[in-house]
């Protein structure tokens, strides 16, 4: 089975759905957004679209939160064979458990994420990883490139052997830091590297080299192509049996 480890819900639906068919993904892990890129028709239209992601970052807009939330929800209702849900928690909650409880748990979602703290403050996800251990071992994703630093990425790994029972998985190959993202997810068990949006296929092949059992194919789309990803990963990857748990095996291990 392959298995998209990243992307956000589209505007349309259908045409998520027509890219994941030409890339010959069987599903795909579907987070919340609040932007929609795909939606812009030229430059002016894509800076309005991302006005939104710079106010998501910096934690407002509950009523921003909550249209994501049901536009999830309702892509999930429309292809429950095709999407696989994850939800997002507030950062600044004093209560994570509760709404992991009643958001991801309660809503029948197989995990959190895509969370992405503020520069160099990822220790914020802590009480999310604590509520993910109470819930039968929540896969947590955590957004990799920027505004996450190198820092950051230490954060997570000082968390993640703090919580080991949480896979915890980086997205985005840690972006500009991917370097250190490979060594420090090679000596950290419980964490997973996101391959999407790879800046040079060589990082791609590396980390497959380096972590083969802990790296995920994933497309991040629409910021990403799940065409052109599952191509970069078919490309850096030698061994078919390395291939087929880059490309599925090892997310629906995470997700079993």
Do not use: C
């Amino acid at each position: 089975m392959i298995i998209d480890a990243h992307s956000h819900v589209h505007d349309p639906l259908t045409d998520h759905i027509a890219v994941l068919d030409e890339a010959g993904v069987d599903k795909t892990i579907l987070f919340m957004t609040r932007p929609h890129p795909e939606r812009a028709g030229n430059l002016t239209e894509l800076r309005e679209e991302m006005d939104l992601l710079t106010q998501a970052l910096a934690g407002g807009g509950a009523l921003g939160r909550e249209t994501a939330r049901r536009e999830l929800d309702a892509a999930i209702a429309a292809y429950p064979d095709r999407f696989i849900g994850f939800a997002s928690v507030p950062l600044d909650t004093p209560d994570a458990d509760a709404i992991v409880e009643r958001d991801v748990v309660g809503r029948g979602l197989r995990g959190i994420g895509e969370l992405t703290p503020p520069p160099d403050q990822a220790a914020l996800i802590e009480p999310v990883l604590r509520a993910a251990t109470d819930h039968d071992r929540l896969p947590v994703v955590v957004h990799g490139a920027a505004p996450t630093t190198a820092a950051d990425l230490r954060t997570l790994t000082d968390l993640a052997r703090r919580y080991p029972r949480v896979p915890l998985v980086v997205s985005q190959l840690g972006g500009a830091h991917w370097m250190d993202a490979i060594e420090l997810v090679r000596d950290t068990p419980n964490m997973y590297l996101e391959l999407s949006t790879a800046s040079i296929v060589f990082a791609v092949r590396l980390a497959i080299a380096e972590i083969p059992e802990h790296t995920l194919f994933g497309s991040d789309a629409p910021y990403g192509d799940p065409v052109v990803a599952r191509t970069t990963v078919e490309r850096a990857t030698r061994s078919p049996h390395v291939r087929e748990l880059v490309l599925g095996a090892t997310a629906q291990q995470l997700l079993s």
